[in-house]
């Protein structure tokens, strides 16, 4: 199928217009439409699209070939996953039958009861589960309720959670919490519960923000959430903050951040900066064929450089808090600023996604403009590694802290407040204070999945079409 297709530039991304003419007159049935927008979309733009023999541009002769072999799959779904390679290679790749779906989780929109939390195994159990509470997000039903930072939930309307109920369990839109004592990995029910129900609601990533002054260091503080450029603005102005307050000092909270988009990861990155406006910030590597193409037609397209006109600080240090929920453009940011500035490291591992995607929708350009009116199928899928200046992003195994320090439900602290144990750590870095860092938890416990994760495109790196 080597000549179904035309290549041309949209916008700085790489998109192609199909044209059947291998003499072939045969057009796509209506029934067909969805899956032949998924093949095709994928087999241009995937990045592992060389590993996947179906995805093969000489693997069909023409369009009726193509129509045959997507005749065999039930739903466009099973197509997408069937062109997926390995799940521990692409963990990412998702595809949604409503893109409205896709575009709110992508912005923060999303059916939610404000309620952010991680899940965890009892101590010597395989199969039961638990869940604490991370924090919660404001103007939610769970910021009216009785829950806060810490909390422990062992079920869901009276149902103890397992490995095997809880996607179902927490998937209904309202639920019922029964709660629990937690005392060095014993969990003891207390009788207590707490009723959620989830409502649109649109989360701002810019959870806390504010100035700790220690000496002659006035320390800005921010825990973001997510890179969701619709709050490019606030973040700018909560840097505007900072440079009205004379900060010294930066401490990056993104231990619940999974991700977000390119754009805002690298604004963040001049905003702490400032000094290397210009200057290459990270690059783009897609599959071989898109990569040929940019690089020849045009090149800077792939390239994210630290941008000017931002409230920035010209730090030459920043001090950025992790976990194992630590993912993608969080990731990014760390990565790509280490050869620029020194990056102290405090938390846990991160989770190790060096992959981004884009949108792709069914339309000539596989952008949203003149979309396919008759179906609301859309692909996010992995279509790009992003690598530092140097050409280093191999951290599949996640990036490794300076210092450190996991977080213990039996001293969580309260977010923002100087004497949280990560926050403090950072303080006592900052300032010098000789101050030994906490000690490590009794016991030492790893999330196994968490709100976000379960929500596929939560914990995505994307680049946005302008």
Not at 33 to 42: A, S
Not at 323 to 337: D, G, P, R, Y
Request: net charge negative; with cysteine; hydrophobic share 35%.
């Amino acid at each position: 199928m080597k000549n179904l297709f035309k290549s041309a530039l949209w916008l700085s991304l790489l998109v192609f217009t199909f044209s059947c003419t291998d003499n072939d007159d045969n057009p796509v049935p209506a029934s067909l439409e969805v899956k032949d927008f998924v093949w095709k979309g994928m087999n241009l733009y995937y990045l592992w699209q060389a590993d996947v023999t179906d995805l093969a541009d000489d693997r069909f002769a023409n369009q009726s070939q193509l129509n045959n072999f997507l005749e065999g799959f039930d739903e466009p779904t099973t197509l997408f996953n069937a062109l997926r390679v390995d799940t521990s290679i692409d963990r990412f790749s998702v595809i949604y039958s409503d893109y409205s779906l896709l575009e709110g989780a992508l912005s923060g929109n999303t059916l939610n009861n404000g309620m952010d939390f991680a899940l965890r195994y009892k101590q010597g159990s395989t199969t039961d589960i638990y869940g604490w509470v991370r924090y919660i997000i404001p103007n939610s039903d769970a910021a009216t309720k009785s829950i806060q930072r810490g909390d422990i939930f062992y079920a869901i309307n009276d149902t103890p959670l397992t490995v095997d109920n809880f996607r179902s369990l927490l998937a209904n839109n309202t639920y019922t919490l029964s709660l629990a004592d937690y005392d060095g990995g014993n969990i003891t029910p207390n009788g207590e519960s707490v009723t959620l129900t989830k409502t649109a609601l649109a989360e701002n990533p810019i959870l806390l923000s504010t100035v700790i002054n220690s000496g002659s260091h006035n320390i800005g503080y921010l825990m973001y959430n997510a890179f969701y450029s619709n709050y490019d603005n606030q973040l700018n102005s909560v840097f505007g903050t900072f440079q009205s307050q004379n900060v010294t000092d930066l401490v990056l909270d993104l231990r619940y951040n999974s991700g977000g988009s390119v754009s805002t990861a690298t604004k963040l990155a001049s905003m702490i900066t400032g000094q290397f406006t210009g200057q290459l910030f990270a690059k783009q590597q897609w599959n071989a064929k898109a990569q040929s193409y940019f690089e020849s037609n045009n090149p800077s397209s792939i390239e994210n450089r630290f941008v000017g006109n931002l409230n920035s600080l010209n730090l030459n240090k920043v001090y950025i808090l992790t976990s194992n929920a630590t993912a993608s453009a969080s990731e990014l940011v760390i990565n790509c600023l280490k050869p620029y500035i020194t990056v102290v490291q405090i938390g846990t591992t991160t989770t190790g996604k060096n992959v981004g995607s884009i949108t792709l929708y069914d339309s000539p350009t596989f952008a949203k403009q003149n979309v396919n009116p008759r179906h609301k199928y859309a692909m996010q899928p992995i279509v790009l590694k992003i690598v530092d200046k140097n050409g280093f992003g191999d951290y599949t195994s996640g990036i490794v802290p300076t210092t450190p320090l996991p977080e213990s439900l039996d001293n969580l602290g309260v977010l923002g407040n100087p004497d949280e144990p990560l926050l403090n750590a950072a303080i006592n870095q900052i300032t010098g204070s000789g101050r030994p860092i906490p000690s490590m938890p009794r016991n030492i416990q790893k999330d196994f999945t968490d709100a976000k994760t379960m929500v596929p495109l939560k914990t995505e790196m994307y680049v946005e079409r302008k």
